[in-house]
C-alpha cells in the first residue's frame, strides 16, 4: 500500500490521507477536507481518486467531500449509520467489511466513542510492510478523542478494550489530528516521570518534525496516558473516584477536556 498523509495546518491540525494501490495507483482519500490540496497531491503523485472514506460526520472530516467528488466521480463510503449525517453516502458500511481500492483490502473497523457512529481502517501489512491502522478522532499519537461532541468516554473507553488495546505492537498509526506535543504535555502532566514520553518531547525540540512522526502501538502503550490505566500514578491522580481501568479512562478524559 503506498501511503501519502497530507497535513493540512489548519487551526485544528487536520490530517487527510491518500491511500493506494501500488499495482494500478487507484486510491482512496479519507477525511479529503482541503480538497484543493488534496487534488493536487494526487495529481503530482499519478494517483486516481476511486473512493472517498469518511471516519466520522464532524465538518472537518467531510467538509471536502464535495468538490473532490465532483473533481473525480469518487464513491462515497461512511459509517451505515452516519449517513444521515453526512450528505450524500453512496455505500454504508459496517464493522468487517472491507474496503477495497485496486488489490488493496482495508477492514472496517466500528469504533464508536467520539461519536456514535464512526470508522478506523485497518490494514493487515504484509511481508514487507507492517499493519496501519487510519483512525480518523478515535485515537491520537499520545491521545484519544474527545468526546463532548456527540460522543460517550464510557463507549470509547469498551471500543479501546475491545479493538484498539488488543492491536499487535507493530501497528502504525495515522490519526485524524496532528495533536502530539499538546498530548505528550498531558502525559506527563499526569506521569512526570514516564521517560519515553520525555524522550520524545525532547526530540521534538530537537530536531523531529511532528508531521513525519510515526506511532505504533507498541509507542502508544509507552506515550499514550490512555493506555496505562493501571499504573499507579496515573490512577491515583484521578483520585478516590478511580476505582478500576474503566473509571480511570473516563477521569481521564473528563481532565483532559478542560486541560
Ligand atoms: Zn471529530
Known sequence: MLIK??????????????LACEQTLEAIAIDPLNHSLCLKVAQDLGWTIKTVANT?????????????????????????????????????VQAGESLRCGELHLKVMDTPGHTMSHICLYFSGSDAEKPALFCGDT?????????????????????????????????????GHDYIQNNLEFTLDREPDNQAAIDLQKKF?????????????????????FFRLDNTLVREGIGPNARDDKSTFIGLRHLRDNW
Request: charged share 20%.
Open 139 to 175: 485515537l491520537f499519537n499520545a491521545g484519544v478523542g474527545r468526546c463532548d461532541f456527540g460522543g460517550d468516554p464510557e463507549v470509547l473507553y469498551n471500543t479501546f478494550v475491545e479493538q484498539i488495546f488488543p492491536l499487535a505492537d507493530d501497528v502504525r498509526i495515522f490519526p
Open 56 to 92: 466520522h460526520h464532524h465538518h472537518d472530516h467531510i467538509g471536502g467531500n464535495a468538490p473532490v467528488i465532483e473533481s473525480t466521480g469518487a464513491e462515497l463510503v461512511a459509517h451505515a449509520e452516519a449517513m444521515n449525517a453526512i450528505p450524500n453516502v453512496d455505500r454504508g
Open 205 to 225: 525540540v530537537q530536531d523531529l518534525d511532528p508531521e513525519s512522526f510515526v506511532s505504533n502501538i507498541g509507542i502508544e502503550r509507552e506515550i499514550n496516558v
Open 5 to 18: 498523509q497530507i497535513p493540512i495546518r489548519n487551526n485544528l491540525r487536520n490530517y487527510m490521507y491518500l
